[in-house]
C-alpha cells in the first residue's frame, strides 16, 4: 500500500511525506515515493496521518453482557473512531481474574474482534497465585486493582490484599482506579441520608455484601423506592477528597513496595498535584478520559444517568486545571474508560442505574475538535493517546510512524465536520452523552497491519485482522 502526499503526525512534528506500507509494516517513508506495484494507492492530499490509536482502558463487555457490547461491536466503535489496538478492562462478567476467565476472553476474542486486542488482568482479596500466572502471561498488559467500588464485582478494599499484589506483581504496571471505598462509603450515608439508611448499607455488612455481589456498583445495593434522587448527587458522594484519598495512599504503598502503579481516570489537581510529586520517588503514571476533560459536572442536571460516571464528572475549574496538566506533560496519556451500558439501565433511578459512557467511536473526534480550537497540538495528541500507552505496556511497534513499525494508521481531515448521532455509533448501546455535537475533524480512514479498516463510515476489517497483542512478559 502507498500513502500518498499526506501530512504525517510524528513524534517530531509533521511532516509531508509519502508512506510506503508492506507485509503490514511501514517500509519506507519520503517526501515523494513513486507507486513501485503497490496494489493499493490512498491519495491523502489534505489529510492528516496520525499513528493508530491505543486504548489501554475499554469495557468490551461480551459473555452475560452481550447486550451492552461484545468484542465485535465493541472493535467495530474502535475502528471507527481511529483506534487500532484495544486493551480490555476486567470487571466485567466474566471477570478477567483467573487464567480461566483470560483463555476464555482470548478465545471469543480471536473470533470476534476487528482491531488488535489484549487484557488488562483483574485482582480480587485473593487471586495472588492467578496474578502471578498472568504476569507471565504475553496477552496480559497490567494489573487491575479497584480501590473503590464501580461497575462489576471487583473490590480490593482490604489494606493486606491490595499490598500483597503491589509486592507481588512486578515488571508489569498496576492499574488503579484510584477511589476510596471507606469513604464512598461515608460520603454515601451522608448525601443519602434515610434512603441509605433504610437499606442498611453500612460499614462492614456493605462491604462484604459488595464483595460477593456479582453486579456490584454499590448503587445497586441500595432500594430507591422513597423518593427520586437526582443524579447530581453522584458527584458530591464521589467527590474529589474520595479520589485523593486513594492516590495518596497508592502512592505510600507502591513507594514502600517498588509497585510501578498508573492511576486511571484522573479527574482533579489535586489527584495530580500528588502524583506530579511522586515521580521523583516512584514510577508512576496517569491517564485522562474524554468525558472529564470535555463535560463537566453541570451535564449530570442536562443528561441525568447517562453522565453517571465513576470518577464523577467535576467542575468547570478542575477540568481547566486537566487540559492544562495535558499540555504540560503532567498526564501521561489519554485512555477512553469506554463503558457502554444500555439505555434502559441508564433510565433507571439514580441508585440502580450503572456508571459508564461509551467513548470509542467519539473520542478521537472530540479531541480534534479540541486541536481546532489550539487546546491541544496534534503531535500531542499523537503522543497522548497512541505513543505514551504503547511505551507503558512495551509495545514496541506501535505508537508512531517510523519505518519498521506497524502499519497501523489513521486519515483524518480537519477541515472537515462531524456530527455525533446516535444512529452512526458501532457500539451496541446506541447512545452518547456528546449527541449533536459537531466536531471540527473527520476520521476518513483507520488502516490497521497495512489493510483499510474503516472507511468514510463503513467498517470493513474482518475477523483475524486484528491480532492479539504481545505483552512484555
Ligand atoms: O463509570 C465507570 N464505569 N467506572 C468504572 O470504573 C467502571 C465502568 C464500567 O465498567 O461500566
Ligand atoms: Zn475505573
Ligand atoms: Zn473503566
New binding site residues.
Given amino acids: 500500500m502507498l500513502i500518498k502526499n499526506g501530512t504525517l503526525v510524528t513524534s517530531k512534528g509533521l511532516q509531508k511525506a509519502d508512506i510506503y506500507i508492506e507485509l503490514g509494516k511501514i517500509r519506507e517513508i519520503k517526501k515523494t515515493i513513486s507507486n513501485k506495484g503497490a496494489e493499493k494507492t490512498i491519495d491523502a492530499t489534505g489529510l492528516h496521518v496520525l499513528p493508530g490509536m491505543i486504548d489501554s482502558h475499554v469495557?468490551l463487555r461480551d459473555f452475560k453482557e452481550v447486550l451492552k457490547e461484545d468484542f465485535f461491536s465493541g472493535t467495530s466503535a474502535a475502528l471507527a473512531g481511529g483506534v487500532t489496538s484495544v486493551i480490555d478492562?476486567p470487571?466485567n462478567s466474566l471477570p478477567t481474574i483467573s487464567m480461566e476467565a483470560l483463555a476464555a476472553k482470548k478465545y471469543v476474542a480471536s473470533k470476534k474482534a476487528l482491531c488488535n486486542y489484549g487484557f488488562n488482568f483483574g485482582a480480587t482479596l485473593n487471586n495472588f497465585e492467578e496474578a502471578s500466572k498472568a504476569l507471565v502471561d504475553t496477552s496480559v498488559a497490567s494489573l487491575k486493582i479497584y480501590m473503590g467500588s464501580?461497575?462489576?464485582s471487583l473490590l480490593v478494599d482490604d489494606f493486606s490484599a491490595f499490598y500483597k499484589h503491589l509486592q507481588n506483581f512486578k515488571g508489569k504496571p498496576i492499574l488503579l482506579?484510584a477511589e476510596d471505598e471507606h469513604a464512598i462509603r461515608h460520603f454515601s450515608k451522608q448525601h443519602l441520608g434515610e434512603n441509605q439508611k433504610s437499606n442498611g448499607i453500612d460499614s462492614q455488612n456493605s462491604l462484604s455484601d459488595a464483595r460477593k455481589s456479582q453486579n456490584m456498583d454499590i448503587d445497586l445495593q441500595a432500594d430507591s423506592s422513597k423518593k427520586p434522587i437526582s443524579a447530581q448527587v453522584h458527584g458530591k458522594i464521589r467527590n474529589s477528597h474520595v479520589a485523593e484519598l486513594a492516590v495518596s495512599r497508592a502512592i505510600s504503598s507502591a513507594q514502600k513496595t517498588n509497585a510501578k502503579i498508573h492511576i486511571c481516570h484522573v479527574s482533579t489537581q489535586k489527584e495530580l498535584e500528588l502524583i506530579h510529586a511522586a515521580r521523583k520517588k516512584i514510577k508512576i503514571t496517569c491517564e485522562v478520559s474524554p468525558h472529564h476533560l470535555f463535560l463537566d459536572e453541570s451535564y449530570a442536571k442536562k443528561l441525568g444517568n447517562y453522565a453517571k460516571?465513576?470518577p464523577p464528572l467535576r467542575s468547570k475549574s478542575e477540568i481547566a486545571y486537566l487540559w492544562q496538566a495535558l499540555r504540560s506533560g503532567k498526564i501521561d496519556m489519554i485512555a477512553t474508560?469506554h463503558?457502554p451500558?444500555l439505555r434502559e439501565e441508564k433510565e433507571l433511578p439514580y441508585l440502580q442505574a450503572?456508571?459508564?459512557m461509551p467513548e470509542l467511536d467519539t473520542a478521537l473526534l472530540l479531541f480534534l475538535d479540541a486541536v481546532s480550537k489550539k487546546q491541544l497540538s496534534l503531535p500531542q495528541l499523537a503522543n497522548l493517546y497512541s505513543k505514551a500507552p504503547a511505551k507503558l505496556f512495551g509495545l514496541k511497534n506501535k505508537g508512531e510512524i517510523a519505518v519498521g513499525k506497524d502499519a497501523d494508521l489513521v486519515l483524518v481531515n480537519l477541515k472537515s465536520k462531524t456530527k455525533i448521532k446516535s444512529e452512526n455509533l458501532f457500539t451496541k448501546c446506541h447512545w452518547s452523552a456528546y449527541e449533536g455535537i459537531t466536531a471540527n475533524g473527520k476520521i476518513m480512514k483507520t488502516i490497521l497491519g497495512g489493510k483499510i479498516a474503516f472507511d468514510e463510515g463503513s467498517v470493513l476489517a474482518r475477523i483475524g485482522d486484528g491480532t492479539e497483542l504481545k505483552f512484555r512478559a
Fill in positions: 469495557h478492562m470487571n464501580s461497575t462489576g482506579h460516571v465513576n474508560d463503558a451500558h450503572p456508571s459508564g
